[in-house]
């Protein structure tokens, strides 16, 4: 059954559900940031609008950095801003920055311990039609390799909101991801949110779903589904994925004895590479993974991405009666 | 600006010092760099001895300007400058790249106050820099910003973008030096990659470059004050260097960009310095 802690909203189910980008929640996030923070700055490489800082940009025209398409300079001169006493929060793809400007942020942020917020916007592959080219699946593995950097990845544009302010205010640089496309919103200003800890979503013990960002959905919909057929599903949003919530995750090892991770990101190195090592170590515990399995994307519809990758509900229930069978 | 030639001669007994603990220094650790480090002593002399506004028992003292060393590594030469003018004790030379130290291969600012950013993977500083630049004149401050660079990490394209970047936004509290030394590990930077006409290239990025001969401390401490009349565009300062200076069978040879020594080397090398600074004395003595 639904946590109510979680505060989620209410008609969880209504195919009417609200829907919105988890980049909104960013344009959003960094104005409560900036208001709060005047050392708050942003810096875009060329994608203002389509990373929502134009909003940012409108209110605070002297803190706004147009750095062009310079993805390896928006990294290291924000590292630059950061030693001049500023919290830069930096834009673009994911694809882009971190992807291109990966060692400027390993050298010149994390290894320079300096705070600066890498804002990866139309990460997964529901960027659509764009195709492979744009659609980053690897960077939550790139950075969560990076020693001293935060990883988020949340789940609706309300819990993206909550997280770009939380970063302002958290010790260290991070990575946030966010998406292009629209995705419901289901959880509340109410819902806990604090970076490191992870919130579950719904109470099980038969199997544990970890999941990270807007496939939470369909894990609460796989859940729901698997409840009519007597199969008792936790669900977890895991939104940080480091430093990774130990506790929660040991927890649903030792109380489900079988773990499901959900993310929209290969298979390789991401969330489930996070759950999997830990538990390894400390409860093997039989695990599926759900993502993209070692391919590159291609255009399509969002959803309908979403779905030919193998990340829909009906693979999530698949996921959760095969690791059953593992138990 | 003409420097008294007593101040002159003074620092170049300094220069000439900090180029034997660079020898010392990289001898102990048995690897690290020389030619960079040699041919780059008097301008780190003229900076940490003339020209920075900085305060070495303060080393986060929000007005200070900014050093950021761009090519990592020739921290020799800066760790020498930091020890003589009191960031820490020269003793602790003898530890660079020893497990545990504070003077790492390549400089890192969290093990090492004063060091500013930490820096080796080539073409990264000019960007730190700029964005340095860029919110110290958001805070109204009067501070300068300095990238030193080398020559051969002009290659880079993440230092054109930081170049486009300062030129755009005009930050004339940037100074870039480039250490024209002509070499790279491969060989000469005009077989590798040729870089001329490198003054017309920043100036096509709106830069104002001004030029000297980067082992005379005069003209360097010339160069510096004449950038400071610069208004409306970034400085960029191309310094024409010896890589190796000071030690004769180093000097103009690309192979001392960075090679152990053999038996016998360091001690040459620190005799011929020493030679030098008997000299620079009795100069000064009889000035």
Known sequence: MMNKSAKLIENLFDPAISQKPTRDGYGAGVIEAAKKNPDVVVMCADLTDSTRSTEFKKL????????????????????????????????????????????QVRTNICLNDVKVNIVGSHAGVSVGPDGATHQAIEDIAIMRAIPNITVIAPCDAIEAEKATVAVAESKGPSYVRYAREKTPVFTTKATPFRIGKAVTLRDGKDAAIIGCGPLLYNCLKAAEALAKEKIDVRVINCHTVKPLDQKAVLKAAKECGAIVTVEEHQVTGGLGGAVAEYLAKTAPTPQEFIGVQDKFGESGEPLELVEHFGMGVSHIKAAVKRVLKRK | MHLHEKKLKELEIIANKLRQHVITSVANAKSGH????LGMADIFTVLYFHELK????KPDW????????????????RYAAM??????????????????SRLQGHPERSKLPGTETTSGPLGAGLAQAAGLAYASRMDKKTNRIWALTSDGEHEAGLHWEAALFAGKYRLDNLVCVID???????????????????????????????ECNGNDIGDVVRAFHE??????????????????KGVSYMEGNFLWHSQP???????????????????????????
């Open chain 2, 261 to 287: 020594f053999k038996a016998g080397e360091a001690e040459r090398a620190l005799e011929e310095l020493k030679a030098i600074a008997a000299k620079l004395k009795a100069d000064h003595a009889a000035l």
């Open chain 1, 60 to 103: 605070f025209p002297e803190r706004f950095i147009q750095a062009g398409v310079h993805e390896q300079f928006l990294a290291a001169g924000a590292a630059g801003l950061a030693l001049g006493g500023k919290i830069p929060y930096i834009t673009s793809y994911a694809m882009f920055c971190p992807g291109r400007a990966w060692e």
């Open chain 2, 227 to 244: 950038s400071k009349n610069i208004f409306q565009r970034p400085i960029c300062i191309i310094a024409h260097t010896m890589p190796g």
């Open chain 2, 34 to 37: 020389q030619g960079g480090p």
């Open chain 2, 62 to 77: 929000p007005e200070r300007d900014r050093l950021i060393l761009s090519n990592g590594h020739i921290c020799p030469i």
């Open chain 2, 83 to 100: 020890a003589e003018a009191g960031y820490f004790p020269v003793k602790e030379l003898m530890t660079l790249r020893k497990l545990g």
């Open chain 2, 180 to 210: 024209r030394n002509n070499i790279q590990i491969d060989g000469k930077t005009e077989d590798i990659m040729p870089l001329e006409p490198l003054r017309a290239k920043y100036e096509a990025f709106n830069w104002h470059v001004i």
């Open chain 2, 54 to 57: 900085h305060d070495p028992k």
